[in-house]
């Protein structure tokens, strides 16, 4: 029943932007947070940006100032604006939920999440 669906990704130019939508349903607790992560051919996984139920929120500095995570929660959804993308940009992006003791943290290690969506492909050219 909980679910989560990454939408918004597509082909972009570098220096252009892109939203990405993380709709969110099922959940069994208001106390939680969402975040983002990626992952390129050959790379590991990276955290790139959480938020939590109450608003809080957290990045990764290699998308500081270009990224920003947000919540509208009348439709169950969190996005990650980004701009300023970059060709390295280019991966699958996902979302995923956390519950319990590590929401508040807001932590980005994806190993502390269990709940995760399928991902949308960003591709940046040059």
């Known amino acids: 029943q909980l679910q989560l669906v990454e939408s918004g990704g597509g082909l972009v130019q570098a220096g252009g932007s892109l939203r990405l939508s993380c709709a969110f349903s099922?959940?069994?607790?208001?106390?939680?947070?969402i975040a983002w992560f990626r992952q390129a051919p050959g790379r590991d996984r990276e955290g790139l940006s959480c938020?939590?139920?109450?608003?809080?929120?957290h990045y990764s500095d290699s998308v500081k100032g270009r990224f920003t995570i947000s919540r509208d929660d009348a439709n169950n959804t969190v996005y990650l604006q980004m701009n300023s993308l970059k060709p390295e940009d280019t991966a699958v992006y996902y979302c995923?939920?956390?519950?319990?003791?590590?929401?508040?943290?807001?932590?980005?290690?994806?190993?502390?999440?269990?709940?995760w969506g399928q991902g949308t492909q960003v591709t940046v050219s040059s």
């Open positions: 099922g959940f069994t607790s208001d106390y939680h947070a």
């Open positions: 938020i939590r139920s109450s608003g809080g929120t």
């Open positions: 995923a939920a956390i519950f319990g003791r590590y929401a508040t943290a807001c932590p980005i290690l994806g190993r502390l999440f269990n709940h």
